[in-house]
């Protein structure tokens, strides 16, 4: 059973930065897709990033696009989402997640991946 551990969220000002980890333990495989959505209070959850742990493509939503940045370090099994010029709209839970054969169409949709994290909040208030 692959296990996912959030950490890095916090509160920042506006404008500001936080660079989540999600580290992975258990049986990690070369073909797993990982990745990052959010859930702000009252709404629904949504796609942030994500990437193949194998290639080098990632992949954003628009309204994370040129701020967010999703990085990898294989050999310790972890991912990044490096967050910069937060606004107060990225004031969320962060769930970091795994999934294997996820195709290329189905990456920005919950039901690709199989693994979540607990999440961790992240609040950007002045």
């Known amino acids: 059973q692959v296990q996912l551990a959030e950490s890095g969220g916090g509160v920042v000002q506006p404008g500001g930065s936080l660079k989540l980890s999600c580290a992975a333990s258990?049986?990690?495989?070369?073909?797993?897709?990982m990745g990052w959505f959010r859930q702000a209070p009252g709404k629904q959850r949504d796609f942030v990033a994500a990437?193949?742990?194998?290639?080098?493509?990632?992949y954003y939503s628009d309204n994370v696009k040129g701020r967010f940045f999703i990085s990898r370090n294989s050999a310790k099994d972890t991912v990044y989402l490096q967050m910069n010029s937060l606004k107060t709209e990225d004031t969320a839970v962060y769930f970091c997640?795994?999934?294997?054969?996820?195709?290329?169409?189905?990456?920005?949709?919950?039901?690709?991946?199989?693994?979540w994290g607990q999440g961790t909040q992240v609040t950007v208030s002045s």
């Open positions: 990437m193949r742990w194998s290639g080098t493509n990632t």
């Open positions: 997640v795994a999934g294997t054969g996820v195709i290329l169409s189905a990456l920005r949709s919950e039901a690709a991946y199989s693994y």
């Open positions: 258990g049986p990690t495989s070369r073909s797993f897709a």
